[in-house]
């Protein structure tokens, strides 16, 4: 007899517990903050900010150093700056390339370390024809939850590689998701970096049809916008999306008499911290 009211027991506990999860839609087993769970990368560009707490930091930060953490850039020029993240490889950044090329136009490519190591001739392509690279870390970490040694290592280790690959050390610096505390933002300040992030998202690494990434640039876009868009990808992401709206992305933005530019001549700065790189 107990082990059947034991039986009962464990059963009714099992279903209010499928119950509920079935009711609040919550997981089963929710990970703690502190498991260590192994999951496939997730494609870069997610939000800038994920919470209210994330959003209140970065409006601080801007908000206190607003020469130094840019979004956009002056609005009085009628110019949009086209940025890329997440480069370079030898599939979507080729395409991409050849899209710019077509239409006589100069971007701003944040790239990635490891890749940029992988791809050099890449790199070197984006270089030739007339785009400004930028740094966006080694391997595309949340900067917030480093320690500040392993932060450093992240953008110095970059700025090795892509100076090695063209010459100059890129003077910006776009933290992966936009994030950034205030100790890493003052230690890329002291190394004379400018951060740039963007005020108009396209949202391509969400996999949108081409006409919703175009609707999501072409819809926010204002003079100073600085767009963000991707030339590469997580493992086994497919943008052939980004790719299929750029061309009609350009022709709406130079309809509408657009100067499409790269992000130092949007805000008039050097290309490069130690050498004049033409703007």
């Known amino acids: 007899m107990k082990y059947f009211s034991k039986r009962l027991v464990w059963s009714a506990a099992l279903l209010l517990f499928i119950i509920t999860a079935v009711f609040t839609g919550k997981p089963w087993l ?11 990368a997730k494609p870069k560009s997610e939000p800038t900010v994920k919470n209210e707490e994330a959003e209140q930091t970065i409006s601080e930060l801007r908000a206190k150093y607003p020469t130094d953490f840019l979004l956009s850039g002056p609005a009085h020029n009628k110019q949009v700056a086209l940025t890329f993240d997440d480069g370079p490889d030898q599939r979507f950044t080729p395409q991409v390339l050849d899209i710019l090329k077509q239409y006589d136009v100069k971007a701003t490519f944040f790239l990635i370390g ?3 190591e992988n791809n050099p001739q890449i790199v070197r392509r984006i270089q030739e024809e007339g785009h400004i690279i930028g740094n966006h870390s080694y391997n595309h970490p949340n900067f917030p939850k480093l320690p500040t040694s392993l932060f450093e290592q992240q ?14 050390e890129p003077s910006l610096l776009r ?3 936009g994030a950034i505390n205030e100790e890493q933002l003052k230690w890329a300040i002291s190394k004379h ?7 108009v998202d396209s949202l391509d690494w969400k996999g949108l049809h081409p006409d919703e ?7 926010n876009v204002h003079p100073g916008a600085i767009v963000l868009q991707h030339s590469a990808g997580g493992h086994g992401q497919d943008l052939s999306a980004t790719v299929q709206a750029l061309p009609a992305i350009i022709e709406s933005l130079q309809k509408d008499n657009y100067e499409l530019v790269t992000v130092p001549q949007l805000l008039n700065i050097d ?3 130690n050498t004049d790189i033409s703007k």
Request: net charge negative; charged share 15%; no cysteine.
């Open 213 to 219: 990434i175009k609707a999501n640039v072409l819809d």
């Open 114 to 116: 490891y890749k940029a």
């Open 271 to 273: 290309a490069s911290i």
């Open 30 to 40: 929710e990970p703690s903050q502190n498991s260590v769970i192994t999951v496939q």
């Open 155 to 168: 953008t110095e280790r970059t700025q090795s590689i892509l100076s090695s690959l063209i010459g100059y």
């Open 175 to 177: 933290p992966p998701y």
């Open 193 to 199: 970096f400018l951060v740039v992030n963007w005020d």
